[in-house]
């Protein structure tokens, strides 16, 4: 049996923990919050009616692909691309390809971002095995433009940063909507994550400020998992079972 990614590959251990995803997600909140293409997201009224949920239901595709065989992956990309596709004529235009070279390029980062703020620094043969994986997602998809290695992403995304990026109306919105479903507390250890994660092009353009406290908890962490006693506080309980389920063999 072919896996689309093989058994022991880095992106299975990032994704097979579910720490990790929702550190990879809190991340990502933050640059799709800034995205210049947002408005799409918006389209639907899914990611501001119920953010945590669109988290999961982006996790549930993520790791249909990546714990699937080479087939069934197949099946997941071209059903995410037939969604798109279906939302493209709701509204009478196209997504831009900038666009979904965007998304793929913050799940490589966040992906290898969380993985290194929660266990340690990547090898560069993990990093070029990660942002394969997520481009030849890219290539299935039909999207172009896409860079051919770790290195070439690497630019690429920076490039990206720079020229995709705005504080908008959506961003203020968006981030009123994490707080209102996350609460006080959760909300603000989101933010504090996003702080360790975000790379500094889109940190220059949100409004966060540290908390010696969250960091003392990170680096507790580091050293003794203590994240996964905080999950009682931290996850809200409708969400407590698919965190649980997060958790799987690489």
């Known amino acids: 049996m072919k896996y689309f990614v093989p058994p022991g590959s880095i992106v299975r251990t990032i994704w097979g923990q579910s720490d990790t995803v929702l550190f990879i997600f809190a991340g990502a909140a933050a640059e799709f919050a800034l995205n210049k293409a947002v408005d799409w997201l918006y389209f639907t009224g899914k990611l501001p009616a119920d953010p945590i949920g669109r988290l999961f239901s982006t996790v549930t595709y993520a790791r249909q692909i990546i714990f699937a065989t080479e087939d069934e992956a197949y099946a997941a990309i071209a ?16 997504i831009p390809d900038w666009a979904y070279r965007d998304v793929l390029f913050m799940l490589i980062h966040y992906s290898l971002a969380a993985f290194e703020l929660l ?3 990547a090898t560069p043969a993990e990093k070029e095995t990660l942002a394969a994986v997520f481009l030849q997602v890219g290539e299935r998809m039909g999207i172009t433009g896409l860079p051919k290695d770790e290195a070439s992403w690497r630019q690429a995304y920076q490039e990206h940063l720079s020229a995709n990026l705005q504080y908008s ?3 203020t919105d968006l981030y009123r909507q994490y707080r209102k479903h996350l609460g006080p507390l959760r909300y603000h250890f989101l933010l504090q994550v996003q702080l360790r994660l975000v790379s500094p092009i889109p940190l220059r353009l949100l409004p966060l400020k540290p908390s010696a406290f969250t960091g003392l908890l990170l680096d507790l962490y580091r050293k003794v998992h203590i994240l996964r006693f905080l999950r009682a506080v931290l996850i809200p309980a409708q969400y407590k079972a698919q965190v649980r389920q997060l958790d799987v063999k690489a």
């Open 79 to 94: 059903r995410i691309r037939q969604i798109h596709t279906g939302v493209e004529q709701s509204r009478g235009s196209a």
């Open 119 to 121: 266990e340690r620094p």
């Open 169 to 171: 109306k959506y961003t």
